[in-house]
């Protein structure tokens, strides 16, 4: 009897302190599992994510942009930062940016590497300008349309947001945060099954060039702010990914090799964070 007592009491304090665990990775105070039908947590989750389609704001806005890359985990072929002004249009899956002339820009690449390139051959496009479109489209991430994939639990927190969990053996696992509104707060996840590329392209029967690799990493969190108006916005998306194998052939009109790169190893972090304007004193 002292035994199983003994084993109750263990159990109550294993549970409690993954609660505590959950609570400290979510900073909310007190996660209350709900008791809803997959059904119901869909029909949630959907709304959360037209939510982020109705509710985006049309301003433009600021943001420092730091990429890092390198390859084959020795050579650094980048480190920037950069001012962009930035324009989100999620409904359109439209998102426009341009720099600006700040001192705190700074570029850093290895220009012997990617002056073999032209245009969106260079790995730096898949490095930097993709990392970027791939995260900040938030409504269209996986976990937000490909439902069969994924199993949901959602919890409530005492000041009345809700997080709900997500995991796919085959895709991602995770969580997001959103208010009683349905805007989202804050989201992590990360990829749990590495997946090819095949970005290869052909005109008339020919070759133009053979592109293909595998996302092995992907970490991500992003946080959401809103403004005056109401309307939400990305404040921070932080994004680490792992490309394995890159390989990348380019041919001229007669089906000659220009370019030929074999097993490549790329690993990149991206933050691309919202500035503010310091107040006057």
């Known amino acids: 009897m002292k035994k199983l007592i003994y084993i109750i009491f263990g159990l109550l304090l294993f549970n409690s302190w993954n609660t505590q665990a959950q609570i400290e990775d979510t900073d909310l105070e007190e996660l209350v599992i709900d008791k809803l039908s997959r059904a119901n ?17 049309s301003d433009n806005y600021n943001y420092l942009v730091s990429h890092q890359a390198t390859l084959n985990d020795t050579a650094q072929l980048l480190k920037s930062q950069t001012v962009f002004d930035v324009s989100i249009n999620l409904k359109s899956k439209k998102i426009n940016k341009s720099e600006v002339k700040n001192p705190k ?21 898949w490095l930097t300008e993709v990392v970027i479109r791939k995260y900040v489209n938030v409504p269209e991430l996986d976990f937000f349309n490909n439902f069969k994939d994924y199993t949901f639990t959602r919890k409530k927190a005492k000041n009345g947001d ?32 590495p997946y090819p590329i095949d970005h290869s392209q052909s005109r008339n029967g020919k070759f133009m060039f053979e592109k293909n690799w595998i996302y092995k990493t ?33 041919f001229n009109s007669i089906g000659e090799i220009l370019i030929k790169d074999i097993d490549l190893d790329f690993k990149s972090n991206l933050v691309f964070k919202k500035m503010y304007k310091k107040a006057k004193i």
């Open 105 to 125: 820009n700074n570029v850093v690449m290895d220009t012997v590497f990617f002056n073999r390139y032209s245009g969106n051959d260079s790995p730096m496009y």
């Open 218 to 250: 992907e970490k991500v969190a992003i946080t959401f702010g809103v403004n005056s108006e109401g309307k939400n916005y990305v404040d921070e998306l932080r994004a680490s990914e792992a490309i394995e194998d890159y390989n990348f052939t380019r």
């Open 41 to 57: 947590i869909i029909e949630i989750i959907k709304k959360v994510r037209n939510q982020m389609y109705n509710n985006y704001a």
């Open 162 to 193: 809700y997080v709900i969990e997500f995991y796919s053996e085959f895709f991602y696992e995770g969580y997001f945060q959103y208010d009683k509104n349905f805007n989202l707060k804050k989201m992590e996840f990360q990829l749990l099954r």
